[in-house]
Structure formats: C-alpha cells, structure tokens
C-alpha cells in the first residue's frame, strides 16, 4: 500500500494532468493578473539581470517564465511533474532566445542535474503544491553552486485562506498557523474554474528558515509583494482581490 505521502504526491501528480490543459489556457492568455500584473515582475525583479546564468525553473509548468530568462540569454532547464505541461512548454519554438532552454518531466524531489550545476533556481508558485518541501530544498541545495541562489514565490503562510482572491479576510487562527495545513479549492480565474481540485499546502515562517537553514542556506532578501497604491485607487478589481498580504517571497544563498 502507498504511505500518505507517497499517496498523497500521486493524487497531486493526477490532479496537475487534469488541469494541465486548463492552466495552459489561464497562462497563454494572460488571464491571472496576480501574475501579470503583480508577482511576475516581482521574481524577475528579485532575479535581476539573467545573462549567463544557468537557471533551474523548478514546477515550469508551460515554461513562460523559463522563456522569459532564456530570452534574457540565461541556460535554462524547466521541470515539472505534469507530462501535459511539459508537453505544453517543449510545443513553444524557442526562437529569439539568447541563452538555451530545455524542458524535462521529473519531481523537483529528484533533479536531473549533477551536483553545483546552476546559478540559480526559481521556484515561481510551487512550494505551495508540495505537500512536503523539505526534499526539494535539499534538491536545490545539492544542484545549486556554493553562492549560487534560490527564489522562492509562494502563497503567503501568515495570510493565505481559503477564498482570499475572492476578498476573504477572515485570519488564521494560532492553533492552525503553527502546524502544516492545507486549503482545497478549485483555481477560479477570470471566471474560468479549473477541471479538479488542488490543495494548496501552507507552512509558518519557521518552517522556511529553519529547513533553509539546514539545507545549507541563508536568506538573505524577504518580500511581501503587493500592489502599489495607485492599483489600489484605481482598481476595484485589487480593492477586493488583495484584502491582505496574499504572496510572499524569498531569496536564499547557498553557503
């Protein structure tokens, strides 16, 4: 019998199939504002100038974020455990890109990269699909260079419910935020639900520094990305969709 992680990956893993098609569709059409319009330029602006590194984009999902640093003239290689959306990312010709861009189905739990191969890893919305990081992050650590650096962008654990992009403010509560928990949903955007459920899994802040900690990281950059005061008065969309910090990001060095 699976063990409940094990179970618990596989679920996720079907569950991605199922909504491969459906996130293609959101991302290609530049549906998830949070994205275009806020969270996006917050990790690229975290990453800075992309030329000449070698860059995993760890949950790549359709690639456009590898696209973008490829572009940049950045080596990169993009994974992710969903057959449909590597499948997706590998059908875009990389035309017009300074750097190489490659993409490979595998579990961020098990990179295919030798030891000290990158510069950089992204992992752009992904530690809140992951039941249990602590693998990846040490995945990170073994394929990333002494100095090299790890951008995280994930849901923020202080703040995240269920229904935040809908406006929902109600807080966490002390006796859930410091044990893992996790929030079932269908993606709803711009009006289109996703096809299956997805769990997003949240964590406390001691989590991240101490298992970044271990796995031989300093953090060494946190930021709340937010909208500016200017989308908040002149957008009723991000009046309602932004009621508290929704996103954290982090920025980790390998010593």
Request: aromatic letters at 10%; hydrophobic letters at 40%; one cysteine or more.
């Amino acid at each position: 019998m699976e063990d409940t992680a094990e179970a618990i990956a596989n679920l996720t893993r079907r569950r991605w199939e199922d909504n491969a098609e459906y996130w293609v569709q959101v991302i290609r059409d530049r549906r998830d504002r949070y994205r275009v319009e806020l969270t996006d330029a917050a990790v690229l602006d975290a990453i800075g100038d992309g030329t000449g590194l070698r860059v995993l984009d760890a949950g790549c999902g359709e690639g456009y974020l590898a696209r973008t640093l490829a572009a940049q003239g950045a080596d990169v290689l993009g994974v992710d455990v969903s057959q449909g959306l590597i499948d997706a990312a590998c059908a875009v010709p990389s035309r017009g890109a300074r750097g190489s861009l490659s993409f490979v189905r595998a579990s961020v739990d098990d990179v295919p990269a030798a030891d000290g191969e990158f510069d950089l890893v992204v992992a752009n919305h992904l530690f809140s699909h992951l039941q249990d990081p602590t693998p990846a992050i040490g995945e990170f650590a073994r394929v990333l260079r002494g100095g090299g650096r790890l951008v995280v962008l994930t849901l923020h654990p202080c703040f995240y419910v269920e229904n935040s992009e809908q406006g929902a403010m109600n807080g966490v509560p002390a006796s859930r935020y410091f044990r893992q928990r996790g929030v079932d949903q269908y993606f709803n955007v711009d009006g289109l639900e996703s096809p299956s459920m997805i769990t997003s899994w949240l964590r406390p802040l001691e989590y991240y520094s101490g298992t970044l900690r271990d796995a031989g990281f300093v953090i060494s950059d946190l930021r709340e990305p937010h909208p500016t005061p200017e989308q908040l008065r002149d957008d009723p969309w991000w009046r309602k969709g932004f009621p508290t910090a929704l996103f954290m990001l982090l920025v980790a060095e390998r010593r």
